[in-house]
């Protein structure tokens, strides 16, 4: 999950919920999203290590001596903003079986930090089985690969859509975004319409990474609940993690950097044996703030329930 490109295209795709399901498509064994990437990069990490590793260097970091990246090295031939091959082909690879689509999708998520940036696009499924190949795994199946692509488009639409309702509250600050939270999610996704909230500057996605191998620690606190009452909170542990690098325009009108952390989980199929996926998309807790907006939401909701408010909201219509 993950793999964007930036040039122009055609139209966006709808915007996902929260738990997402699927009539359509499947993830096939092979589907990158259920495959652990060889390589991770750390955070703190100050150089490229690998194709999957993170570009972000942190802005109090002293920025290294390096020697200039030749124009032909593996490095160069890399999307500076998620370390992917940047010039897939949309060729026939080798022993390829069938034809697949070469027309890439405009996703809904803008890219940069300039409107003139336009949208992040996602690969075609030529390009995103290339990518397959060169990631290795296994056997991969060619009559699949559209259905990873839906599956892949799909997933990082609905991780757009939270991040963008977050933004929809904090995005103009912590007391915005308390009148917010204090009515409950029902409440505040009511007035989701409002001038006041339509005021709100979109946020655009600057750079993102895969950290598959790396845990957040919400993730491993659950997988710990789990193992003690493993009949309410039992589950296996999410399948991808995502650190996506959001500009956020404050109050005060200039833009500020701000990282969310999406946890991947597959969930229990539909009875129908459709399949469902959940999307944990949160900031990250790298600034007071951040902390302080999660609290807020989770908070704001208890005590919505708690205290009658759904209740209060029915009588007073």
């Given at each position: 999950m993950g793999w964007f490109w930036a040039d122009p295209s055609a139209s966006a795709n709808p915007v996902a919920p929260h738990t997402i399901s699927r009539k359509d498509v499947a993830p096939p064994p092979g589907c990158p999203m259920h495959t652990v990437s060889p390589t991770s990069t750390?955070?703190?990490?100050?150089?490229?290590?690998?194709?999957?590793?993170?570009?972000?260097?942190?802005?109090?970091?002293?920025?290294?001596?390096?020697?200039?990246?030749?124009?032909?090295?593996?490095?160069?031939?890399?999307?500076?903003?998620?370390?992917?091959?940047?010039?897939?082909?949309?060729?026939?690879?080798?022993?390829?079986?069938?034809?697949?689509?070469?027309?890439?999708?405009?996703?809904?998520?803008?890219?940069?930090?300039?409107?003139?940036?336009?949208?992040?696009?996602?690969?075609?499924?030529?390009?995103?089985?290339?990518?397959?190949?060169r990631k290795g795994g296994g056997e991969i199946p060619v009559d699949a690969v559209e259905s990873m692509v839906a599956v892949h488009n799909f997933l990082n639409e609905g991780a757009w859509a939270e991040i963008v309702e977050w933004e929809r509250r904090f995005g103009k600050g912590l007391g915005k975004g308390w009148r917010e939270c204090r009515r409950g999610e029902e409440g505040s996704l009511a007035g989701a319409g409002m001038e006041e909230n339509d005021q709100v500057a979109q946020p655009r996605l600057l750079k993102f990474m895969g950290r598959p191998k790396d845990m957040t620690p919400k993730a491993s606190m659950m997988q710990v609940i789990g193992w003690i009452y493993p009949a309410k909170y039992g589950g296996a542990p999410p399948f991808d993690r995502h650190d996506w690098f959001v500009q956020r325009h404050a109050p005060n009108g200039q833009p500020r950097e701000v990282r969310y952390v999406i946890d991947y989980y597959s969930a229990p199929p539909e009875p129908s044996g459709e399949p469902v996926f959940y999307l944990d998309v949160r900031p990250a807790i790298d600034r007071p703030s951040a902390v302080i907006e999660r609290m807020m939401r989770w908070g704001g909701d208890v005590w919505w329930k708690a205290s009658g408010g759904i209740t209060r909201e029915a009588t007073s219509r």
């Open positions: 750390p955070l703190d990490a100050l150089t490229p290590a690998a194709d999957s590793s993170c570009p972000y260097v942190p802005p109090d970091t002293p920025s290294p001596t390096t020697k200039p990246v030749s124009s032909d090295s593996t490095l160069s031939k890399l999307n500076p903003l998620n370390y992917v091959p940047s010039n897939l082909s949309q060729a026939r690879a080798p022993d390829q079986t069938i034809d697949l689509p070469i027309e890439r999708t405009r996703s809904s998520i803008p890219k940069g930090s300039a409107n003139n940036e336009g949208n992040w696009e996602y690969p075609s499924p030529q390009q995103m089985y290339h990518a397959m190949l």
